[in-house]
């Protein structure tokens, strides 16, 4: 009625962008144009209409906004909704939950530390979230480590009938509420003490709301084989979606395996499976430390590939190679990571671990159903795994530029569609009419991570601007602080 009464102004798209390459997430190649954006959805592709803010893109790619399929942020998203680390790539939503780890139900120190809990469930969570107001969407998921612990504490045993049936609960109203899936830490306290039988019974209520299961497989190493037949196993059992978190083979003995269970993961997706994967650009992986180490036998060559990212037990550790502090003053390696894993804080000691081949990295990225996760643990008080800063960047700079690894759209569409359409981003990843304006404007000539092992906290070079829900959060280099990120339910209303 308004619109009929006074004519153009209240159609007035809020903003244009012009003179873009237009990378639409669909890995088809580039269309030149304009893309226009009215309240929180783009209006037209191609051409569009005098806005209220006019951004001249100068020649750059417009693509849908990074998804980081793999992360860690459940507690970030509250403690710094900011979420700099992650705008700064180009990041417009994160998933959480990742190795068996969430923020539901609120039992896990292990994600949240010391952090204050007022909910209970996840629309609790999603109620605290929305109120810090988050600069990035997020998708949530329901690990099994946490409703572990919630409901049988750290025991090393199978669950009895009842407790099973307690955490089936748990998941359950989890994926009534909106979760995309439940997720698993297998190599991880407590979760490595279940039997495949426990994941298949917990996986079930997740296949039933057409979920995803979402492991950190139970050995990435000598039995990363084994490790994904028990997922393909899972999958096949509890009929659902899987998706094999930072796919990788480490230690340097297994080097080059990645490409044979790849292959695996095609053989059951030919026979009637459905999986996906993540991958993050980095020879190191990072995690809590004590869960790598078994105190009683320490594994030395692990040990000489650690490098400490935060210890509160001893924080002139941060930033060091034990290889260096055991050359310095002469203390063996065993020693000082038996000092470590049994100190007092024990559990918030992070490590970065040398473990992964170049080449797997690029065998990783090449495949068609991998996307793209960063899987960064967003504690800004040591020095982080670089790859919290850096990751998006990186593929795109290092592995589609320098590397040539995949075609730039390409490379987009495993960072956006494609993950948008696995963890039920609806209407997003794709730069269409009517869907969300969740955009990300770059300089593909010079894009590039900037955050290092040494120097871990810096945002990286070439994102000129990032759209989250129509709203400019990220523009020459400047968080605007607009908050207008959303929690999303898997598959429902957004
Ligand atoms: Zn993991
Ligand atoms: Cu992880």
Redesign the pocket.
């Known amino acids: 009625m308004a619109d009929a009464e006074y004519g153009r102004p209240m159609m007035t798209p809020d903003i244009a962008i012009r003179h873009v390459r237009i990378a639409d997430g669909s890995g088809g190649s580039f269309v030149e144009g304009d893309v226009e954006i009215k309240g929180d959805r783009i209006s037209a592709v191609g051409s569009a209409r005098a806005a209220r803010r006019e951004i001249d893109g100068q020649g750059q790619v417009l693509s849908p906004g990074f998804v980081d399929v793999?992360t860690?942020d459940d507690g970030a998203l509250l403690a710094y909704p900011g979420m700099e680390f992650k705008l700064a790539q180009g990041c417009t939503s994160v998933v959480v939950g990742?190795?068996g780890s969430s923020a539901i139900p609120p039992a896990d120190d292990a994600i949240l530390g010391s952090m204050n809990r007022t909910w209970s469930d996840l629309d609790g969570y999603f109620e605290a979230v929305a109120r810090s107001g988050p600069s990035v969407n997020v998708m949530a998921q329901i690990g099994h480590n946490t409703v572990r612990r919630a409901v049988m504490g750290m025991e090393r045993r199978a669950p009895t009938r009842a407790e099973l049936a307690s955490m089936r609960g748990l998941v359950e109203m989890a994926m009534e509420q909106g979760t995309s899936g439940f997720s698993t830490?297998l190599i991880y306290q407590p979760g490595r003490y279940s039997e495949t039988e426990e994941v298949v019974e917990l996986t079930r209520p997740c296949a039933e709301h057409g979920g995803v299961y979402n492991s950190?497989i139970r050995n990435e190493g000598e039995l990363l084989f084994e490790a994904v037949d028990e997922l393909v196993h899972i999958g096949a059992e509890a009929g659902c979606s899987c998706h094999i978190?930072?796919h990788k083979a480490a230690g340097r003995a297994n080097w080059g395996r990645v490409a044979e269970s790849l292959d695996r993961v095609d053989a059951a997706n030919a026979a009637g499976g459905d999986i996906t994967l993540d991958v993050y650009p980095y020879t190191a992986g990072s995690?809590p430390m004590y869960q790598y180490f078994d105190p009683s036998d320490i594994d030395r060559t692990l040990g000489e590939a650690v490098q400490i990212a935060a210890c509160v037990d001893f924080p002139e550790l941060e930033g060091r190679r034990l290889v260096d502090v055991a050359a310095e003053t002469g203390e063996t390696i065993e020693s000082i990571v038996h000092r470590i894993i049994t100190a007092p804080h024990k559990e918030r000691t992070i490590c970065v671990h040398f473990i992964i081949d170049e080449a797997d990295i690029e065998t990783n990225l090449r495949h068609p159903l991998m996307m793209v996760g960063s899987?960064g643990i967003p504690n800004l008080k040591g020095r982080p795994h670089p790859r919290l800063f850096g990751t998006f960047p990186r593929v795109l700079g290092r592995y589609v530029r320098e590397r040539g690894v995949m075609e730039l759209p390409e490379a987009v569409r495993k960072m956006t569609s494609l993950a948008c359409d696995r963890f039920g981003l609806v209407d997003r990843g794709r730069i269409v009419e009517g869907g969300f304006a969740d955009l990300v404007l770059f300089d593909d000539a010079n894009v590039i991570d900037t955050a290092t092992y040494d120097d871990p906290k810096r945002e990286p070079d070439g994102i000129a601007a990032v759209i989250v829900n129509g709203e400019l959060a990220l523009e020459a280099g400047r968080h605007t602080g607009v908050g207008s990120g959303r929690p999303l339910r898997y598959r429902r209303d957004d």
């Open positions: 793999h860690h990742n190795c830490g950190h978190s930072h995690g899987d």
